[in-house]
């Protein structure tokens, strides 16, 4: 399994090419009422994704003021990628040994949530969404819950497949080939 330190330098950068920005508590919890509004699911607490931002440095971001959108990304140790795979993650409060802290290696990444109120919004989702899967995380493994049928379908845009067992609805991409450019 191969494993990565994160640049999270280059990481904000490129978050914010898009208009993303790390999330105070209350950009937070706006973007995750508008999460939930938009999937009709109930999401992680702005508590909890606190928590794990303050331990991860770069799990909650968010876009546009007010908050018209939001991406969760939760960086996964090894043990952590099993989990996602054997369905015991969880994702709102995850143990901390299935998540990357910072400095850490990452194993894998898990998004918890990707969306926008508006199409500028979404279509600044799904750039980062791709920039920054291929950037910065290629060589690992990412994971995602497919919670509606149009989240399904742009997780199927980027690349991602339905994947059996683990948690419930659970969509997946494996390490991207890398260029020999980038092997070198």
Request: aromatic share 8%.
């Amino acid at each position: 399994m191969s494993e990565i330190l994160i640049d999270y330098a280059r990481l904000a950068k490129r978050a914010d090419e898009f208009g993303f920005r790390r999330g105070e508590f209350l950009e937070l919890k706006a973007g995750l009422r508008l999460a939930e509004e938009l999937t009709g699911q109930t999401m992680a607490t702005p508590e909890s994704i606190t928590w794990i931002d303050s331990l991860t440095g770069m799990t909650g971001w968010v876009t546009g003021d007010p908050v018209d959108g939001i991406f969760i990304s939760v960086p996964l140790s090894a043990a952590g990628v099993v989990a996602v795979r054997d369905g015991s993650f969880v994702p709102a409060w995850p143990s901390l040994g299935h998540i990357c802290c910072e400095g850490e290696l990452c194993g894998g990444i898990y998004i918890g949530v990707y969306a926008g109120a508006n199409k500028d919004a979404r279509r600044r989702v799904m750039m980062a969404a791709g920039v920054i899967r291929v950037d910065g995380f290629a060589a690992v493994p990412c994971f995602a819950r497919g919670a509606t049928e149009d989240g399904k379908r742009s997780m199927a845009s980027l690349g991602f497949q339905p994947i059996e067992g683990g948690l419930s609805d659970l969509w997946g991409q494996e390490p991207l080939p890398q260029s020999r450019e980038d092997a070198a």
